[in-house]
């Protein structure tokens, strides 16, 4: 069945980077957009930008623009989402999803942004 | 980019009641391109309706959508006790996603 699998939690310092993965299996790989959305704790969610896993053409929602990167290995089914210039307020829990609209998602991964 | 805005922010109702949730986009969504997620605390989002009115997989019948211009209705026909979660709207209509602010359908 289809599943996209996340790291549990990160902890990093600000002004440091985070690449978080999300390894998909249980369906082609590459026919499928990947999301990144993150949600704050108690907030709402936050969409921050696709990527195609089979041309590696990627979209960042604006506020993300030169600061995040999407990527994928093919080879290993995965796709990762890398945030520098960490901040406090990028603390929140980051979840992959696949497609368009997003009918599949990972788990999330809990990033803590803390001196 | 599309804003959507999401009212109300709460809804308090009963079980067995109503409920009609709105989603306004600042703009012309394309094609409808718009679609409802559930999300329970602790749990990721769960994708309800697509193309602002078609079902996903496994979604019951209580669950419906609709547009009228750039105004999209959720409606629950009647709230099971499972229903109670918070809700988004989503445009996918533009290269630029956005989500809505989100509803909380809580038991009054």
């Known amino acids: 069945q289809v599943q996209l699998v996340q790291s549990a939690a990160e902890v990093k310092k600000p002004g440091a980077s985070v690449k978080v993965p999300c390894k998909a299996s249980?369906?082609?790989?590459?026919?499928?957009?990947i999301h990144w959305v993150r949600q704050a704790p108690g907030q709402g969610l936050e969409w921050m930008g696709w990527?195609?896993?089979?041309?590696?053409?990627?979209k960042y929602a604006q506020r993300f623009q030169g600061r995040v990167s999407m990527t994928r290995d093919t080879s290993i089914t995965t796709a990762y989402m890398e945030l520098t210039r960490l901040r406090s307020d990028d603390t929140a829990v980051y979840f992959c999803?696949?497609?368009?609209?997003?009918?599949?998602w990972g788990q999330g991964t809990l990033v803590s942004v803390s001196s | 980019e599309i804003v959507l805005t999401q009212s109300p922010g709460t809804l308090s109702l009963s079980p067995g009641e109503r409920a009609t949730l709105s989603c306004r986009a600042s703009?012309?969504?394309?094609?409808?391109?718009l679609a409802w997620y559930q999300q329970k605390p602790g749990q990721a989002p769960r994708l309800l309706i697509y193309?602002?009115?078609s079902r996903a997989t496994g979604i019951p019948d209580r669950f419906s959508g609709s547009v009228s211009g750039a105004d999209f209705t959720l409606t629950i026909s009647r709230l099971e006790p499972e229903d109670f979660a918070v809700y988004y709207c989503?445009?996918?209509?533009?290269?630029?996603?956005?989500f809505g602010g989100g509803t909380r359908v809580e038991i009054k």
């Open positions: 999803a696949r497609g368009t609209p997003s009918g599949w």
């Open positions: 989503q445009q996918y209509g533009s290269s630029l996603l956005t």
């Open positions: 990527m195609s896993p089979s041309s590696g053409d990627t």
């Open positions: 193309g602002a009115s």
């Open positions: 249980g369906y082609n790989f590459t026919a499928f957009f």
């Open positions: 703009q012309s969504v394309r094609s409808p391109y």
